[in-house]
């Protein structure tokens, strides 16, 4: 019966059992049917499960996923009702103790750091650019490589952030550093300050970003920052704030900044608002995420005197990272199991394409966006944005 109903879902969006998915686990299409996305991703870390062509597996599916309950109604697939409200049961849920718990509080949001951006430096040294950069690359229709397109994301922020002498810029959850480095390289009258909770990616930038007298890194919450400043830069931070802090992240940017400053926000986000996460995003890689959506960011600004002047989508751009960063890390597999073979074991490699794959999918399949957010306080001249 499990089976049954699997295999009809499956088949409208074209996917089917031993040419997509392989199935060496017949408990499979039990625990599908009852949380799909742990399901699919627990099964195919641990070696159950087969997918040749993840992304593109995982994007059909997503679109089942999101059209769930309208292929329901209207294949009539004989569903039994206990079923629908199971689904129902655990979207509410979700919902409800998303609204109840702030799952980003002051001592929750390390968790994160911890679980993902702490991760041995060889993973990233491996998977990531020269530039060392973890967010998504601008390849703007061009066929570059990954290096180009990340420079070229650097150039983007820096050209649409309008640098001054004499200005202080802040970079919030500054990653390995090297946008706060190239900054502060190109500027040497301003002083450049990265902020980061992560010890692991600080122990890089200590022993891998050249020092620079106007270059400074601190270990703080963004809560706790009273440095004011004339620019601030947020990349990839945002998608860790959490719905109950949105507010509060704007406003400390807000209070921060200086008037005629300018902020810019560099963030995944969703189209539409929707409460909770991927359930094995959440447990496996990012506790405690959540995408915003451009119409939430633009809410938690009102109560600011921040105003929007640019936004900018280029979401498939991420997809094409992600496709980089999956055959990087694919090609650099047996010299991370070299280096440490117990942590970096076949459950970590299955897990960390799955994890990639995964990400690719949902840009390409533009379920989710990428989008740079630029916020203007009290300023007096026309803004125009970078492209």
């Known amino acids: ?6 295999l009809k879902l499956f088949n409208l969006v074209n996917v089917e059992i031993n040419r997509d998915i392989i199935v060496y686990d017949d408990n499979f299409y039990k625990d599908f049917l009852s949380v799909p996305s742990l399901a699919l991703g627990e099964y195919y870390m641990n070696g159950k499960i087969d997918i040749p062509n993840i992304s593109s597996t995982l994007g059909k599916l997503m679109i089942l996923k999101e059209n769930y309950m309208r292929f329901v109604i209207m294949k009539t697939l004989g569903i039994r009702v206990i079923f629908l409200f199971r689904m129902f049961l655990n979207s509410w849920f979700k919902s409800f103790f998303s609204k109840l718990i702030n799952y980003q509080s002051l001592i929750r949001s390390k968790e994160v750091a911890e679980v993902h951006y702490d991760l041995p430096r060889e993973l990233y040294e491996m998977m990531l650019d020269d530039k060392m950069q973890y967010s998504c690359a601008y390849f703007n229709n061009l066929n570059v490589d990954l290096n180009i397109a990340q420079r070229n994301k650097i150039n983007l922020i820096i050209n649409k952030l309008k640098i001054e002498d004499g200005m202080t810029i802040i970079d919030i959850g500054c990653g390995f550093g090297t946008l706060c480095h ?3 390289s190109r500027y040497p009258n301003c002083k450049v300050i990265g902020v980061n909770i992560s010890k692991s990616q600080l122990e890089w930038i200590s022993d891998r970003v050249p020092q620079l007298d106007n270059l400074t890194f601190i270990e703080v919450d963004y809560r706790n920052l009273d440095i004011k400043c004339d620019r601030v830069v947020s990349v990839g931070m945002f998608e860790h704030v959490g719905k109950k ?3 509060c992240y704007l406003k400390k940017i807000n209070s921060i900044l200086n008037d005629k400053g300018l902020a810019l926000i560099h963030t995944i986000a969703n189209k539409v608002s929707r409460e909770g996460s991927d359930e094995w995003i959440n447990k496996y890689i990012f506790p405690g995420g959540r995408l915003p959506s451009p119409q939430e960011i633009l809410d938690a600004s009102l109560e600011t005197d921040l105003l929007i002047e640019d936004v900018h989508n280029f979401g498939l751009d991420y997809a094409k990272t992600l496709f980089y960063w999956r055959q990087r890390f694919l090609d650099s597999y047996d010299n991370l199991r070299m280096l440490d073979p117990l942590f970096f074991d076949d459950v970590f490699r299955r897990r960390w394409i799955y994890y990639l794959g995964c990400c690719e999918s949902i840009f390409y399949y533009k379920n989710t966006i990428l989008l740079q957010m630029v916020f203007t306080k ?8 970078a492209r």
């Open 1 to 6: 019966m499990n089976k049954d109903i699997v």
């Open 378 to 385: 009290k300023w007096t001249k026309c803004y125009s944005g």
């Open 245 to 247: 802090n949105y507010d």
């Open 182 to 184: 190239t900054i502060a």
